[in-house]
């Protein structure tokens, strides 16, 4: 059974780092690209970064230079390493799993989130 | 900037037929965008229905169908029940710098 379980969210001041966690069970991260997605209170979603499986990375320009993605396959878990948050990375962070089929491209699970509250 | 449009709200009765749409300021929306759709209630993480067009998730009802349809891709729900009231998600995928963009989302109400 493939799940996704995040951690790390919580209350943090403006300017502040959170490091969010992503332990995935029932396949490889490293046969999968890994996706973050967040969604602000009462909108709609967001994808932040993206973790190929080549080892190549994507950033929202909103995100860029201030958040970083990565994984240890070792543990099967993905990383959002947050810096110089501001409040307006308030959101819920959703990691989220990518499968390049053979009909397509395809991001089918997702794990239950994990909020981020930026706020003095 | 890449945009990618829904409809806001749309209302369908138990029973019938819906169609929702997801188009991309960037033209005609085709197959190789591979257009993912997903459904979230409150308070709950989205869950994935459909892939690359028209590819049903191994959890997703029958009742719902992806396509292409005059340019944009299309969500369409036949046999609507009250649960599946509900917000949908279009995905597109771009490539490039901007790579996946979400629609902003059409909250469904089934009455």
């Known amino acids: 059974e493939v799940l996704l379980v995040e951690s790390g969210g919580g209350l943090v001041q403006p300017g502040g780092s959170l490091r969010l966690s992503c332990a995935a069970s029932?396949?490889?991260?490293?046969?999968?690209?890994m996706s973050w997605v967040r969604q602000a209170p009462g909108k709609g979603l967001d994808c932040v970064s993206v973790?190929?499986?080549?080892?190549?990375?994507y950033y929202a320009d909103s995100v860029k230079g201030r958040f970083t993605i990565s994984r240890d396959t070792s543990k099967n878990t993905v990383y959002l390493q947050m810096n110089s948050l501001r409040a307006e990375d308030t959101a819920v962070y959703f990691c989220?799993?990518?499968?390049?089929?053979?009909?397509?491209?395809?991001?089918?699970?997702w794990g239950q989130g994990a909020l981020v509250t930026v706020s003095s | 900037q890449t945009v990618v449009t829904q409809e806001p709200s749309l209302t369908v009765s138990p029973g019938g037929t819906v169609t929702l749409t997801c188009a991309s300021s960037t033209g005609a929306v085709t197959g190789s965008y591979y257009p993912n759709w997903f459904q979230q209630k409150p308070g709950q993480a989205p869950r994935a229905l459909i892939y690359?067009?028209?590819n049903r998730q191994a959890w997703t009802p029958a009742r719902f169908s992806g396509s292409l349809l005059g340019g944009k891709a299309a969500l369409t729900l036949s046999g609507v029940q009250p649960e599946d009231e509900a917000d949908y998600y279009c995905l597109l995928y771009f490539g490039g710098a901007q790579p996946w963009v979400f629609g902003g989302g059409t909250k469904l109400t089934v009455i």
């Open positions: 690359s067009t028209n």
């Open positions: 989220v799993r990518g499968v390049d089929t053979a009909l397509g491209l395809s991001l089918d699970y």
């Open positions: 029932g396949f490889s991260v490293s046969s999968n690209f």
């Open positions: 973790f190929y499986t080549g080892g190549a990375t």
